[in-house]
T-cell receptor
């Protein structure tokens, strides 16, 4: 499958902004996704962006897409301790098959 | 409320045992997937199915097989469990066309001793 890369850890203080980065390889992906996994749980879709967009905002979340560099980022404004989780970016292939990154563990300290 | 249910949260099996992991979804989704999750490796696709009785190999199918006899149920089978199959297994489902979200079960943590 295609490689989707993320840094493994990010640590921020409560109230700061968090930026989680991702690089992907399949330029034909129609959608790119951010999923969140809380401890002991499965993955939940946070947000997604169509490949013909370069930005999407959804409350505290901002997704930026740079298609030329195949770079995707997720910005969380005013990060809270409840945002501590693992965040996965993913790109889609055929049949809605998703290729996931390694996941970034976000730790938010008070 | 949409739901993907995996039959067990935790499972301990012995090396060489045949292991069945079951997944059921109630959303009438065409696509179903089995991933394994390991630290530092993210989620890797084992098998997926886009219709009843249809299956496709993912990136790491070796040592696994699957069964999809009914639309709502997708089973992952470890023919002869080995210690390197100790992992978290996640099932997911999605619509066949036009769907943008995959829904995940809570995962089964399998330990092979």
């Amino acid at each position: 499958g295609e490689d989707v890369e993320q840094s493994l850890f990010l640590s921020v203080r409560e109230g700061d902004s968090s930026v989680i980065n991702c690089t992907y390889t399949d330029s034909s992906s129609t959608y790119l996704y951010w999923y969140k996994q809380e401890p002991g749980a499965g993955l939940q879709l946070l947000t997604y962006i169509f490949s013909n967009m370069d930005m999407k905002q959804d409350q505290r979340l901002t997704v930026l897409l740079n298609k030329k560099d195949k770079h995707l980022s997720l910005r969380i404004a005013d990060t809270q301790t409840g945002d501590s989780a693992i965040y996965f970016c993913a790109e889609n292939e055929s049949f809605q098959k998703l290729v996931f990154g390694t996941g970034t563990r976000l730790l938010v300290s008070p | 409320d949409v739901k993907v249910t995996q039959s067990s949260r935790y499972l301990v099996k012995r090396t060489g045992e045949k292991v069945f992991l079951e997944c059921v979804q109630d959303m009438d989704h065409e696509n179903m997937f089995w991933y394994r999750q390991d630290p530092g490796l993210g989620l890797r696709l084992i098998y997926f199915s886009y219709d009843v009785k249809m299956k496709e190999k993912g990136d790491i199918p070796e040592g696994y097989s699957v069964s999809r006899e009914k639309k709502e149920r997708f089973s992952l089978i470890l023919e002869s469990a080995s210690t390197n199959q100790t992992s978290m297994y996640l099932c997911a489902s999605s619509l066949g066309h036009g769907g943008t979200e995959a829904f995940f079960g809570q995962g089964t943590r399998l330990t092979v001793v």
